[in-house]
């Protein structure tokens, strides 16, 4: 079965740059969606197609993917960006949607 | 605008079924599939299934196939899912979403607990 990587947890500073890893062998070839979880809530697509921002996702959120590994970038990490974060694939191999194993990011 | 409205919380004993539904509003039902995906306590996404609310084709998920089943009834815009055999593993959260297989799942419902306990 195919999986995606995710580092447990990622702690950074108010202001600053937090970057979200989600490894899988050869993941560059496919696009990869990510979405943001706060507890209690459903899950919100942040993400989609490696780069593309949904309306109303601030610019401060940017993505890429090559190799083996796609990121997810928080630039300018406020208080409200305090969530789990999963990344998602489609992998035609085995005809499923595949979710990261989810980071947890912590605004110090 | 755009909204998934899911079904109220459940509770079922080991060996019953649940049926789940989720019922789309501000968009043309047809237009999109529906993915169904669960989150146990404390853990991550697991992905269930899709429908394509066109067609009726179906994908699941290998280790649910057999176990679930996805429909929808476009004439009230509703999606179901509906579990059989539940064991105490099948208790969390579940989600139905609006999207397109490879496509990102845009629109999320607000989720339905489903417990399993003698």
């Known amino acids: 079965s195919y999986v995606l990587t995710q580092p447990p947890s990622v702690a950074v500073a108010p202001g600053k740059t937090a970057r979200i890893t989600c490894e899988g062998n050869?993941?560059?070839?496919?696009?990869v969606h990510w979405y943001q979880q706060k507890p209690g809530q459903a899950p919100v697509l942040v993400m989609f197609?490696?780069?593309d921002r949904p309306s109303g996702i601030p610019e401060r959120f940017s993505g890429s993917n090559s190799g083996n590994t796609a990121t997810l970038t928080i630039s300018g990490v406020a208080a409200g960006d305090e969530a789990d974060y999963y990344c998602?694939?489609?992998?035609?191999?085995?005809?499923?949607?595949?979710f990261g194993t989810g980071t947890k990011v912590t605004v110090l | 605008q755009v909204h998934l409205e899911q079904s109220g919380a459940e509770v079922k004993k080991p060996g019953a079924s649940v049926k789940v539904s989720c019922k789309a509003s501000?968009?043309?039902?047809?237009?999109?599939?529906i993915s169904w995906v669960r989150q146990a306590p404390g853990q991550g996404l697991e992905w269930m299934g899709w429908?394509?609310?066109?067609?009726?084709?179906?994908k699941y998920a290998q280790n649910l196939q057999g176990r679930v089943t996805l429909t929808t009834d476009t004439s009230t815009s509703t999606a179901y899912m509906a579990v059989r055999s539940l064991t105490l593993d099948d208790t969390a959260v579940y989600y139905c979403?609006?999207?397109?297989?490879?496509?990102?799942?845009?629109?999320w419902g607000q989720g339905t607990m489903v417990t399993v306990s003698s």
């Open positions: 979403a609006r999207g397109e297989l490879p496509d990102a799942l845009d629109i």
């Open positions: 501000g968009y043309t039902f047809t237009s999109a599939g």
């Open positions: 429908i394509s609310v066109y067609t009726g084709n179906t």
């Open positions: 050869s993941i560059g070839s496919q696009g």
């Open positions: 197609h490696d780069s």
């Open positions: 998602q694939v489609w992998n035609s191999g085995t005809d499923c949607y595949v």
